[in-house]
């Protein structure tokens, strides 16, 4: 069974970092193209990055501001995407996907979340004094 699992969140304080991670088990990651989004009670799903199946290339959105960094070891399964700077708006659900055959880099932009196959359960992050 194919399954994707993030971890990582929690509570931060404004201005301070957090890594969050996504791990696969059932497929062989490497073969996925792996996005990052987050959702807020009430508000659309938010795209947030995506990388290429070998970690060639990456996109972000244009919202971000340099703050995200994705990033993956196919070795271990794992993808992760590094927050910077954090301030109360990232205060969301964080959640990842796979999807096979997707273009993801700065030249064609962030596939929509329509275009994933697996999606992990989500993982809490709050962002507060």
């Known amino acids: 069974q194919a399954l994707l699992v993030e971890s990582g969140g929690g509570w931060v304080q404004p201005g301070g970092s957090l890594k969050l991670a996504c791990r696969a088990s059932g497929f062989t990651l490497g073969d996925y193209v792996i996005g990052w989004f987050r959702q807020v009670p009430g508000y659309d799903r938010e795209g947030l990055a995506c990388?290429?199946?070998?970690?060639?290339?990456?996109s972000y959105g244009a919202s971000l501001k340099g703050r995200f960094t994705i990033s993956r070891d196919n070795a271990k399964n794992t993808v992760t995407l590094q927050i910077d700077r954090t301030n109360p708006e990232d205060t969301a659900v964080y959640y990842c996907a796979a999807g096979l055959d997707l273009y993801c880099s700065a030249s064609w932009g962030l596939p929509g979340e329509s275009e994933y196959e697996y999606w992990g359960q989500g993982t809490q992050v709050t962002v507060s004094s």
């Open positions: 990388i290429s199946e070998g970690g060639g290339s990456s």
